[in-house]
């Protein structure tokens, strides 16, 4: 890619979300495709905490991770897929798969996250609906 604005089309065109946090995890990008997946805005998301999206009982732990991620500069998940509820705008729950890759300033000092995320909702309901099939099956109620 020759330039800044080739970027942008490709965070503007993939169909995965796209999120950029800050070292304070405020929300700095917000692609097209985590409005379709989230149901907020750009101009709505940004500047807000990822509290915006991560389910209420997983808020301290996600915190304590993030915090901990933005003290050593390291993460975790590296480029493990995360599997993970999530929470749209109209506040049904969200089942997320996602990757995180953590961002540094020029001093290579930690500065935020990038996460590129997918809608697994339907995909895992299907999952779900299919074991429970498969459970019915084995064990036949007589």
Request: net charge neutral; glycine share 6%.
């Amino acid at each position: 890619m020759k330039t800044s604005v080739d970027l942008l089309q490709l965070v503007e065109c993939v169909g995965d979300a796209i999120i950029v946090a800050d070292a304070q995890e405020k929300i700095v990008l917000w692609n097209p495709a985590a409005t379709r997946i989230f149901g907020y805005s750009e101009a709505e998301a940004l500047s807000h905490t990822l509290d915006l999206i991560v389910p209420e009982r997983q808020r301290q732990r996600h915190s304590e991770g993030y915090s901990k991620s933005m003290e050593t500069g390291t993460t975790r998940y590296g480029t493990s897929l995360l599997k993970v509820p999530a929470k749209h705008k109209n506040g049904s729950t969200l089942s997320i798969a996602f990757t995180v890759g953590m961002l540094f300033d020029a001093n290579q000092k930690p500065n935020g996250v990038v996460a590129v995320i997918r809608d697994e909702t339907e995909r895992f309901a299907q999952e779900r609906a299919l074991k429970r099939r498969l459970a019915d099956l084995e064990n036949p109620q007589t």
